[in-house]
């Protein structure tokens, strides 16, 4: 398993923009799909967004389509989760995760996570 880390979370007044980071303590993730979660207290972890090992496939869910954009740069050995238009809907804890193979919407395919990074959208 490798250990990722998240940043970038915050406080953001609806409407405003963050843009998290995901990159691996140690070795590197470069072969592996990469997803971002969130999870908001009370509620189950739901799947946000996702993407294969170069970047090529892209995968979100309904609720972020048109406003959250992932990307990754291999050569810096990171995945990057842009977020616009955020509402106090999207104010959760978000985890990055990574897994060999396909990405997946599902939390349980995951092996290496995060510890997570806040994000807080004021009304």
């Known amino acids: 398993q490798v250990q990722l880390v998240e940043s970038g979370g915050g406080l953001v007044q609806t409407g405003g923009s963050l843009r998290l980071s995901c990159a691996p303590s140690a070795r590197t993730f470069s072969s592996k799909s990469v997803g971002w979660f969130r999870q908001a207290p009370g509620k189950e972890r739901e799947f946000v967004a996702a993407t294969n090992w170069n970047g090529a496939d892209r995968y979100y869910a309904d609720s972020v389509k048109g406003r959250f954009f992932i990307s990754r740069d291999n050569a810096k050995d990171t995945v990057s989760l842009q977020m616009n238009s955020l509402t106090p809907e999207d104010t959760a804890v978000y985890y990055c995760?990574?897994?060999?193979?396909?990405?997946?919407?599902?939390?349980?395919?995951?092996?290496?996570w995060g510890q997570g990074t806040q994000v807080t959208v004021s009304s």
């Open positions: 995760a990574a897994r060999f193979g396909l990405p997946r919407t599902s939390n349980r395919d995951y092996n290496d």
